[in-house]
């Protein structure tokens, strides 16, 4: 699965904002058609986002698309201008039931059985930010077209009338559930906007609390902040070079028939060892190995 570490919005409707996200070695540019885009540009941000899929080459960076969400009267005409020019993957916000991705996933579907492209090979990224969409987590998260779940704060705190603060305490429930069902379904779970974009100290502090939750990557919308959040969910040097020591001492004692060894002082057994390989694999993908 792709690596989604930063997932960096922009208005769809501002070519210019497109192309300098491609120039920003993100892992993933999401055109938006949604709440960045205003209600009498829409049209225009439909336009915009099929001719940059056409015209414009996004490297190393994923191309995805955020529609309007289901029942709005505006997602079913935000794929017919959009999808045909493969985007790699679609944002759906505002998820609040299973019924709403089986939607989306058969509108791609027919999509890919037109064009002749592989079947499930455009993906889709679940927003879910209401209380039913948080309810809902159990059957929402076993759609096999899902690649990630993305958690947002704003929109869940005003469907529970809680008041943001800077703890963020009236939103852990819910931020917490978002990576519980991510990880039981091998999903990724991206974690809130962090608004205040000239902030980097704070930034950094709340990127790192994600990843400490288990966000495998976070929801951007500043260049100022690709860099900061790329850093917090890729695994540090010294966890990486702790990961390896840990996996070469476990892996001789295994050839020795041990399950649980001491390692620098510590008790190691299964989980740690899992632990380990995934700051591996999170390392290979961020290419720091
Ligand atoms: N993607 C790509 N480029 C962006 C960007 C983004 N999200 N946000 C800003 N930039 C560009 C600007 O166009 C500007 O480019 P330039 O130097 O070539 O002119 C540069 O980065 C510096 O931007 P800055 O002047 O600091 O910000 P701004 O006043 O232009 O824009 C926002 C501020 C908040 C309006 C803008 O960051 C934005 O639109 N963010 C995304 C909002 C969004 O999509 N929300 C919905 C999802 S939650
Ligand atoms: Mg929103």
Same mark, same amino acid.
Request: charged share 25%; glycine share 8%.
């Given at each position: 699965?792709k ?9 769809? @409707?501002?070519?210019p ?9 993100? @892992? ?9 885009? &205003? ?10 986002? &099929? ?10 960076a ?27 993957g ?38 879910? %930010? ?16 899902l @690649?990630?779940?993305?958690?947002? &704060? ?5 469907s ?13 429930? &819910? #931020?917490s ?22 902030d ?30 790329? %850093?917090?969910?890729?695994?540090? @040097?010294a ?8 996996? %070469? ?30 700051v591996? %694999? #999170?390392?290979?993908?961020a290419?720091?190995?």
């Open positions: 699965m690596s989604r570490r930063a997932l960096l919005y922009m208005p769809g @409707d501002s070519r904002k497109i192309e300098k996200a491609i120039t920003l070695g993100v @892992d993933s540019i999401c055109m938006d058609m949604e709440d960045g885009t &205003a209600h009498n540009r829409k049209e225009k941000a439909r336009e915009t986002i &099929a001719t940059a899929l056409q015209e414009l080459d996004f490297g190393n994923e191309k995805l698309i955020r529609i309007n969400g289901f029942g709005t009267g505006l997602e079913a005409d935000d794929l017919a201008a959009t999808l045909k020019y493969h985007p790699e679609v944002v759906i916000p505002k998820v609040e039931s299973l019924a709403q991705i089986e939607w989306l996933s058969d509108q791609i579907e027919a999509m890919e059985l037109s064009k002749g492209w592989p079947l499930n090979h455009i993906r889709i990224l679940a927003g879910v %930010e209401s209380t039913k969409g948080i309810i809902n987590l159990k059957e929402i998260a076993t759609h096999p077209r @690649d990630g779940l993305i958690f947002g &704060a704003e929109d869940y705190a005003a529970i009338g809680a008041t943001r603060t800077r703890g963020g305490l009236e939103i852990l429930y &819910a #931020r559930k978002v990576v519980l069902h991510a990880a039981a379904n091998e999903l990724q779970a991206i974690d809130i906007v962090f608004v205040n974009y000239k980097s100290v704070n930034l950094k502090i709340e990127s790192l609390q994600g990843a400490q939750m288990g966000f495998t990557g976070k929801q951007i919308i500043h260049p100022n902040q690709v860099g900061p959040v790329q %850093e917090a969910f890729s695994p540090s @040097d966890a990486i070079d702790y990961a390896q020591r840990l996996l %070469e001492a476990f892996e001789a004692a295994e050839a020795e028939g041990a399950g649980a060894i001491a390692f620098e002082g510590k008790m190691i057994d299964m989980p740690l060892v899992k632990s380990a390989r995934s591996i %694999e #999170r390392a290979k993908a290419g720091k190995l």
